[in-house]
T-cell receptor
């Protein structure tokens, strides 16, 4: 079974600064996908970024980028130029490749990020 | 675009009561999912569906039932509510089995 670990329950960053959220996972699979989801106080789960394990290039999405280290099974999220609207719970999630059938997401326990003035 | 919608937003149930959580998506996605999120935890998969008429169990299916009669709708049924089912329930959909899942706003359920 896959496990996802987020070792930082809470983090704080000042507006306009950069912050990195950590995520490690454990799997014996070689093909899989990794995600970061954001959950603001509204509780809506919003996709931030997605990474395919077979791609060596790190995914980026505007101010959000990842550092994917496959050998180390590490998948950290970097938020640049932090904004107040980035305040949220951030979940790292894993999806293994299963040809032809549905794949469930395995979530970490989340990191609560507070962006301050 | 509506995306994934869920009703109700919040509900209080007494132990032993039953209810159905509604989920509808307008993106013509074949795959739909139900997750629950307990306080301070990540989401866990309850049931999923790969298309109309096809459903299967996830990690934590006990105490729940689902049906999928149309592509758009994927209701979750609680037959005998228990305090352990107090949680926030999320419905999600995806166009394919390896595709990104898009989530609804959640239903908060309190069983007393």
């Amino acid at each position: 079974a896959q496990t996802v670990t987020q070792s930082q329950p809470e983090m704080s960053v000042q507006e306009a600064e950069t912050v990195t959220l950590s995520c490690t996972y454990d799997t014996s699979e070689s093909n899989y996908y990794l995600f970061w989801y954001k959950q603001p106080p509204s509780r809506q789960m919003i996709l931030v970024i997605r990474q395919e394990a077979y791609k060596q290039q790190n995914a980026t999405e505007n101010r959000f980028s990842v550092n994917f280290q496959k050998a180390a099974k590490s998948f950290s999220l970097k938020i640049s130029d932090s904004q107040l609207g980035d305040t949220a719970m951030y979940f790292c999630a894993f999806m293994k490749y299963r040809g032809g059938t549905a794949s469930k997401l395995t979530f970490g326990t989340g990191t609560r990020l507070q962006v301050t003035l | 675009n509506a995306g994934v919608t869920q009703t109700p937003k919040f509900r209080i149930l007494k132990i032993g009561q039953s209810m159905t959580l509604q989920c509808t998506q307008d993106m013509n996605h074949n795959y739909m999912y139900w997750y629950r999120q307990d306080p301070g935890m990540g989401l866990k998969l309850i049931y999923y569906s790969v298309g109309a008429g096809i459903t299967d169990k996830g990690e934590v299916p006990n105490g729940y039932n689902v049906s999928r009669s149309t592509t758009e709708d994927f209701p979750l049924r609680l037959e005998l509510a228990a305090p352990s089912q107090t949680s926030v329930y999320f419905c999600a959909s995806s166009p394919g089995h390896q595709e990104t899942q898009y989530f609804g706003p959640g239903t908060r359920l309190l069983v007393l």
